[in-house]
């Protein structure tokens, strides 16, 4: 089974980042799984204009890898409320590839009342492309992150978690 972690934070300091590479350091220490990672600052997509974008070459490298993974987590910064510009820009663009598939979310925010921010995203990938969408998140606000990137023992904690159920459900899937 082939997981893939995308980083949708365009910030070179970024949360949302640490999140998943903790998710990946964990995963790779099971070896359970292929796993693979996209940081989207590797990318320059063009903003999704509904037509010639989608011709684009990174976009098409992003639609490739989306298409080659089994299952997918978005490790996303939550700006405002909502998930980031960057991130609504490769669902955009790629969603699609997204189909019938697992996805989850890691989320960091600089406060604790967005934590639903989430949902919007989630709902439009259930219902536009039957995405199915592990009902756990793990969302870590500023004070859950030290500025030298430490994560602190409950977040670790929920990571694990996340990871475990992802990990079953994604495998459950594949196998059906």
């Known amino acids: 089974m082939k997981i893939l972690i995308v980083s949708c934070s365009l910030h070179p300091e970024s949360r949302s980042r640490r999140l998943a ?8 220490a099971a070896d359970s799984a292929e796993i693979s990672t996209l940081d989207l600052r590797d990318l320059e997509l063009p903003a999704c204009d509904g037509t010639s974008a989608y011709g684009h070459p990174d976009t098409v490298k992003l ?8 299952a997918v987590v978005l490790a996303v910064p939550i700006y405002n409320y909502d998930v980031n510009a960057a991130a609504k820009n490769a669902i955009e663009l790629a969603g699609r590839q997204l189909t019938g598939k697992v996805a989850g979310f890691l989320c960091s925010a600089g406060g604790e009342r967005s934590y639903m921010s989430v949902m919007a995203v989630a709902n439009s990938l259930m219902l536009d492309f039957r995405t199915i969408i592990l009902p756990r998140f793990v969302y870590a606000g500023k004070g859950d992150i030290s500025d030298s990137g430490e994560l602190n023992p409950d977040i670790r904690e929920r990571i694990t978690q996340f990871g475990k159920e992802f990990f079953d459900l994604a495998q459950a899937l594949h196998s059906a």
Do not use: N
């Not at 639609?63 to 089994?70: I, L, M, S, V």
């Open 21 to 28: 590479g903790e998710l990946e350091s964990t995963w790779r």
């Open 63 to 70: 639609q490739e890898t989306f298409a080659d993974a089994d």
